[in-house]
């Protein structure tokens, strides 16, 4: 248990720290990690994590020239890290951060680390400009994006990628969903004016803040007046356009968002699937909060033969899993937990789910291919090849979004079945 005053930018450092060797190891942020630091200092740790992620490749470099030899002590180089992160973003700070990650190295490996925290630290800031200057001379540490992310999406967007690079690295804008049901956006929006929170329409329903506020403080949250969604999530309903009334599947729907939209937008019969249990209780609770009804089950999409009734559904809506390479200032961990391989893997897994998927749609049905990509072989080369495979679905529209400052990456396909 750390002795260290929980409001302190040492103990912040030290809960950063442990969550970024957790992820170096392996594991992903999704697993609830940031959900073990105590409440009070959450906005804080979060900030240091996701920053230092998203600059994984910027510290790494600054490391290979401040050690002599690679450290056996992982949560120690995470340390200095996070410690790096906030040199450079806090520079009014210097000294403060030096002597609280030092009070930090304290709370690791026995201690023992504090004189090698404290030297290499000083060190960069003696060294800081001729250190900015080469890392932009160095592919990674400049991008930070793993060198064969870059490739990738310099084949891809020859002419976008380093725009995109440069989203990838920033902190994510916030979006907003209207509940249309419940309230309108220009009513929402006066709330939001009401409340000092500034805000501006995008898309048909959404609106994006000029800059994140806590859920707490968001007029009518509670009361499912609004959800948190990007406005580029929010073109899967307003796409899939499901008419009133009809039979509706949300193939892989956790932990709601799309599904919620959809109910929002018109009634229908829909049905929502989530692997997971736990999962499946997250969608619940935001449709409960909404004030929205589905069925809700825990199953594999692919195995349909041990959840569908043999109902056609008139509209699918297909996101799958896939790589997150348009999310990733999001999701800063991906960015170094994927490997390349993984693109083939998914891209496997989606046409499985496509094939599985397809004969539950009714003829003149719709069916809504949805991922959080950029590259090309998950999105336009996997719809491409299910064309092949399959002669009667139509391709009715697609288009491949890039992160810009208001929302997120996405590819969307709309396919229809041949009547």
């Known amino acids: 248990m750390s002795q260290l005053p929980i409001n302190s930018l040492a103990f912040a450092l030290l809960q950063a720290t442990h969550i970024d060797a957790a992820v170096i190891a392996g594991q992903s942020l999704a697993d609830g990690l940031l959900s073990r630091v105590d409440p009070a200092a959450?906005?804080?740790?979060?900030?240091?994590?996701?920053?230092?992620?998203?600059?994984?490749?910027?510290?790494?470099?600054?490391?290979?020239?401040?050690?002599?030899?690679?450290?056996?002590?992982?949560?120690?180089?995470?340390?200095?890290?996070?410690?790096?992160?906030?040199?450079?973003?806090?520079?009014?700070?210097?000294h403060t951060v030096v002597d609280q990650a030092v009070s930090a190295a304290g709370e690791l490996a026995g201690g023992n680390f504090r004189g090698l925290v404290n030297g290499v630290l000083r060190n960069f800031?003696?060294?800081?400009?001729?250190?900015?200057?080469?890392?932009?001379?160095?592919?990674?540490?400049?991008?930070?994006?793993p060198d064969w992310w870059l490739a990738q999406?310099?084949?891809?967007?020859?002419?976008?990628?380093?725009?995109?690079v440069a989203a990838g690295n920033a902190p994510p804008p916030m979006g907003l969903r209207v509940n249309c049901r419940r309230i309108s956006r220009d009513a929402y929006a006066e709330k939001l004016a009401d409340a000092g929170i500034v805000a501006r329409a995008v898309g048909e329903v959404g609106?994006?803040?000029?800059?994140?506020?806590?859920?707490?403080?968001?007029?009518?949250?509670?009361?499912?007046?609004?959800?948190?969604?990007?406005?580029?999530?929010?073109?899967?309903?307003?796409?899939?356009?499901?008419?009133?009334?009809?039979?509706?599947?949300?193939?892989?729907?956790?932990p709601g968002g799309k599904t919620a939209h959809l109910l929002?937008?018109?009634?229908?019969?829909?049905?929502?699937?989530?692997?997971?249990?736990?999962?499946?209780?997250?969608?619940?609770?935001?449709?409960?909060?909404?004030?929205?009804?589905?069925?809700?089950?825990?199953?594999?999409?692919?195995?349909?033969?041990?959840?569908?009734?043999g109902r056609p559904f008139a509209a699918v809506l297909a996101d799958v899993p896939c790589t997150a390479s348009g999310v990733v200032r999001r999701n800063p961990d991906a960015k170094w937990?994927?490997?390349?391989?993984?693109?083939?893997?998914?891209a496997a897994a989606q046409a499985r789910i496509l094939d599985a998927l397809w004969p539950l749609v009714e003829p003149g049905g719709k069916l809504l291919y949805v991922?959080?990509?950029?590259?090309?072989?998950?999105?336009?080369?996997?719809?491409?090849?299910?064309?092949?495979?399959?002669?009667?679905?139509?391709?009715q529209r697609e288009e491949q979004l890039l992160p810009t400052a208001d929302r997120d990456g996405f590819f969307y396909s709309l396919l229809e079945k041949r009547a």
């Open 42 to 94: 959450r906005p804080a740790v979060q900030d240091l994590v996701y920053g230092s992620l998203r600059a994984y490749g910027r510290g790494d470099f600054f490391l290979s020239r401040l050690l002599e030899r690679p450290l056996a002590a992982e949560e120690i180089r995470a340390l200095l890290l996070v410690s790096l992160y906030r040199l450079e973003t806090r520079p009014e700070a210097t």
């Open 125 to 145: 800031l003696r060294q800081q400009d001729a250190l900015t200057a080469a890392v932009k001379r160095d592919a990674v540490g400049s991008a930070q994006h």
């Open 153 to 164: 999406l310099q084949a891809a967007y020859p002419a976008d990628w380093p725009a995109i």
């Open 207 to 254: 609106l994006a803040l000029g800059r994140p506020a806590a859920v707490e403080t968001l007029p009518g949250f509670a009361e499912g007046l609004v959800s948190v969604q990007d406005p580029g999530a929010q073109l899967a309903a307003q796409w899939l356009a499901p008419a009133p009334g009809s039979r509706v599947l949300d193939a892989c729907a956790a």
């Open 264 to 309: 929002e937008s018109a009634e229908l019969d829909l049905l929502a699937l989530d692997l997971k249990p736990s999962r499946c209780r997250r969608i619940e609770e935001n449709l409960a909060r909404l004030g929205l009804r589905a069925q809700v089950q825990a199953a594999d999409c692919v195995k349909t033969g041990k959840w569908w009734d």
């Open 337 to 346: 937990l994927r490997r390349e391989a993984d693109i083939t893997s998914f």
């Open 371 to 395: 991922t959080c990509s950029l590259f090309p072989a998950e999105n336009q080369w996997q719809i491409a090849a299910f064309l092949e495979r399959q002669p009667s679905a139509l391709r």
